[in-house]
């Protein structure tokens, strides 16, 4: 599945002509109604993101750093369709189809499911192939675990069925947001393994995390805070920038 129609191998790290370009970015969320006497007076909107810009190009994948609150789950989401930026555009190459969004919500499973029925479902959801399910299920390390309901699933199988769903259909940008909380040290390396095999034929990955571990899977990094792009550059630097694992 990974050995698809993405193109031909690309170097990890060159971008000739970028997947996706995301320009000036701005979210606002109205904050909610507040009382002073008999009057309901709305606060200014909140700004999530501020005028970020990025690009993703074949072979990457880039990390986006930053603490809670910095805008790292929002900017996936505009970049995946799912919320409107308002102001800024985002573009994608001719061709290339809507990123997938891969999280690692538990609670997006039907729990009195197997494993392979919970992909089953979200495969009709996205138009994949059925037949992708036991390559991805294999790819994430749960070949064996495809007739457990997801009930009696650990955290970090369940982390796993989540990256699982999201390569169902072998989209050429895919976007991660924190996938890795719950996969032990093995899990973290299946990652990293699988990212390393999704981008060598010309595929892209956004990787939203706070784990320094993860850093040997990127190609660069960002550091947003307060919805603005303070760092961009080596996967290291960027996680100094960001302080992510530094005792606090």
């Known amino acids: 599945m990974l050995d698809g129609s993405a193109g031909p191998p690309y170097t990890r790290g060159v971008a000739p002509t970028p ?9 606002r969320f109205p904050e909610p109604l507040t009382l002073r006497g008999l009057v309901g007076r709305r606060a200014p909107p909140r700004t999530v993101l501020d005028g970020v810009g990025l690009t993703l190009g074949p072979g990457e994948v880039v990390g986006v750093l930053g603490s809670n609150g910095a805008g790292k789950s929002t900017l996936l989401r505009v970049l995946a369709g799912l919320v409107a930026p308002s102001d800024g555009v985002v573009e994608r190459a001719a061709g290339v189809s809507a990123p997938a969004l891969g999280v690692a919500d538990e609670r997006s499973f039907h729990w009195r499911l197997t494993v392979a029925q919970n992909l089953h479902f ?21 070949a064996d675990k495809a ?26 940008l895919l976007l991660l947001d924190e996938v890795e909380r719950g996969l ?61 694992g530094r005792a606090t």
């Open 19 to 27: 997947l996706l370009t995301a320009t000036a970015l701005t979210v």
């Open 122 to 142: 979200f495969a009709e959801l996205q138009g994949a192939a059925r037949a992708a399910v036991p390559e991805v299920l294999a790819l994430v390390g749960l």
């Open 147 to 172: 007739d457990v309901p997801v009930r009696i699933c650990s955290s970090g199988m369940r982390a796993r069925l989540g990256l699982a769903r999201a390569l169902l259909r072998a989209p050429a």
């Open 184 to 244: 032990d040290a093995e899990g973290r390396a299946r990652l990293t393994a699988v990212l390393d095999e999704y981008t060598t034929r010309g595929r892209a990955v956004l990787l939203a995390t706070h784990d320094p571990a993860m850093a040997t899977a990127m190609t660069r990094a960002l550091v947003l805070r307060a919805g603005r792009v303070v760092f961009e550059g080596a996967p290291a630097a960027a996680f100094q920038v960001s302080g992510a």
